[in-house]
């Protein structure tokens, strides 16, 4: 028995010996085992001062055979005080001892808060990420530039307004034109939205954008949501921008509006003949709901893009609608189409089966969509046949089948226009590839005034082509 004791004794002396070199052994001490990068330099782009900026990450790795003990993770410089860490879930400026298993990786997790500039253009500052390893130091740079803005909180604009191209407006809750009152955007002005804020225009908006200085009107978040994915193709970041029945005159040009819930909506009472909207080469896209929905309303739009709508892209109900020029393009990314990208009701079509009259006893839909484009994922038209509606498309492409009538006239039917856009890579250009046939297939006794240049401030010509754009060829 005293001969099995010792021999457990050696047994568990041995064992612990060995379990303590283990210990011992795993981690390196040779200052030429250092960790790697993800980048040398994490840049968190632009972001508004005075509020705290969304979180960015890095990678942090071991790629050797032992574990390494990263003595000491500080952020230093001037600007250090801008940025803070995240480590292991422990939010800070400076951590000891953070532990990395071979061919392993940690992430770190950057933020910022810049303060106020006093500038209209954004201040870039930089700090350094410093990471000591068995006794030797490397960096990361750290960098950010603050953007200055107005914020507007729970604003009514009760008299004629003109905001300017200084800095961006950065909205919070609603801003609303008063009924009476006009709120002008001057070429290049930027209104930045906030989570669930809107726009309410119960007098009116005019919105003097240029190809140069467009008018933008978007979320309030700047950078990517992941990768290169960037938050201007994220949609349900604001709820968006409404017209009531009171409204009248508006006018939009060269305006970009994206990122909503319920993009523009605008509500009439059908007496007025006049357009109480009129639209030239905008660009209303990435919306949760419709990107454009118009209610007994009186609407223009010429050169302006409808495009990436969860439930569709236009409907009309009632009043008065021309569409010259306009490409209609549905690639929305983020859940199933809700809708085609067309819906049309009170058109004076009554079916059986489907009855098109809301009962309000104003003037049916009487539209107009002329060498325009439809084509996207989904559908295209809610009803397709428009026979008895004062509905037509004259010399438009469209995606479905189908002949002419006296509702299509000298249409490109089940015909792909061959847009740039590659969904599944996240890019989202409407404009025209060398071999489209939309390519001078327009009719120019079509094209109205209006609608003579399109959004990149190109010529239409004698031969126009079909949609938005006109095409331009490739470099060489």
Known sequence: MKSLHILSLIVIAVLGATFTGCIEDGISTSPSDQP?????????????????????????????????SITNIRISGPAADCFRLNVDGMTGREFSDVEIRSNDSIFVLVAATLPENDSDTPV?????????????????????????????????????????????????????????????????????????????????LISEGTPEAPVTMAGDRTGNVVGDISFDI?????????????????????????????????????????????????????????????????????????????????????????????????????????????????????????????????????ADFSNSIVYGNGGDLSHGDLSGSQVYFRRCLLKSEGSDDDN?????WDTDPLYYTVREEYIFDYRLRPESPAIGAGDPSLTLPLAATDGYGLTRGAVPDMGAYVFTPPAE
């Open 36 to 68: 790697v990068f993800s980048t040398d330099t994490l840049d968190l782009g632009i972001i508004f001062t005075d509020e705290a900026a969304p979180t960015h990450r890095m990678l942090v790795h071991n790629p050797h055979s032992k574990g390494m």
């Open 124 to 204: 870039r500052v930089e700090a350094s990420l410093d990471f000591t390893v068995n006794g030797l130091t490397s960096s990361v740079v750290l960098a950010a530039s603050g953007q200055d803005v107005r914020r507007l909180r729970g604003e009514t604009l009760n008299e004629n307004t003109r905001f300017d191209s200084r800095r961006p407006y950065q909205i919070y809750d609603s801003l609303v034109v008063a009924e009476g009152a006009a709120l002008t955007l001057a070429a290049g002005t930027t209104l930045c939205f906030h989570d669930k804020s809107m726009l309410i225009v119960r007098g009116t």
């Open 234 to 366: 994220m949609s349900r970041q604001w709820t968006g921008v409404f017209f009531t029945t009171t409204s009248k005159g508006n006018r939009l040009t060269e305006t970009n509006i994206r990122n909503t819930w319920q993009g523009v909506a605008i509500s009439g009472d059908g007496a007025d003949s006049e357009p109480t909207l009129t639209m030239v080469n905008c660009r209303l896209r990435n919306s949760g709901g419709l990107v454009f929905e118009a209610v007994h309303a009186n609407v223009l739009a010429a050169g302006c893009e409808f495009a990436e709508g969860a439930d569709g892209l236009v409907y009309l109900q009632g009043g008065t609608a021309v569409f010259n020029h306009c490409t209609f393009a549905n690639y929305y990314l983020f859940s199933a189409l809700g809708g085609p990208a067309l819906q049309f009701a009170h058109i004076e079509v009554i079916k059986e089966e489907n009855r098109l009259d809301d009962g309000s006893g104003l003037p049916y839909l009487a």
């Open 408 to 412: 299509f006239l000298g249409c490109l």
